[in-house]
């Protein structure tokens, strides 16, 4: 993304795949609707702290929001256990990894059960 403009479009792109309004994204992103509206409209630039703000309510992550169109959803669950992951320290963060890496070493590669 090069300039304002594209921001702006991948903010609508977004909004529209989420059926998401002005006013609902505003107050799933915690800003003031007319914010939100000047800038859909054009007569303003998001600042870094307001973009940080859209990610928040369009459930993505800033990274996400510059990849483009390879969005990945994340189910209930998988948002479930992200935000325990999150609040694990590094030794329990670890366990959990080999652990994961222990179920997907007893998947077979092949499509056969093992």
Not at 64 to 80: G, K, P, T
Not at 97 to 113: E, H, N, R, V, W
């Amino acid at each position: 993304m090069d300039n304002a403009n594209e921001v702006v479009d991948r903010i609508c792109k977004l909004c529209n795949d989420k059926n998401m309004t002005t006013y609902q994204l505003s107050k799933a992103s915690e800003l003031p609707e007319t914010t939100v509206y000047n800038m859909m409209q054009r007569k303003s630039i998001p600042t870094l702290p307001i973009l940080f703000s859209i990610c928040k309510g369009l459930e993505i992550t800033p990274a996400q929001f510059f990849m483009e169109d390879q969005i990945v959803e994340l189910s209930e669950s998988e948002r479930e256990i992200i935000q325990i992951y999150r609040t694990l320290n590094v030794l329990q963060r670890d366990r959990v990894a080999a652990y994961f890496q222990s179920i997907k070493d007893m998947l077979p590669t092949d499509g056969k059960k093992k």
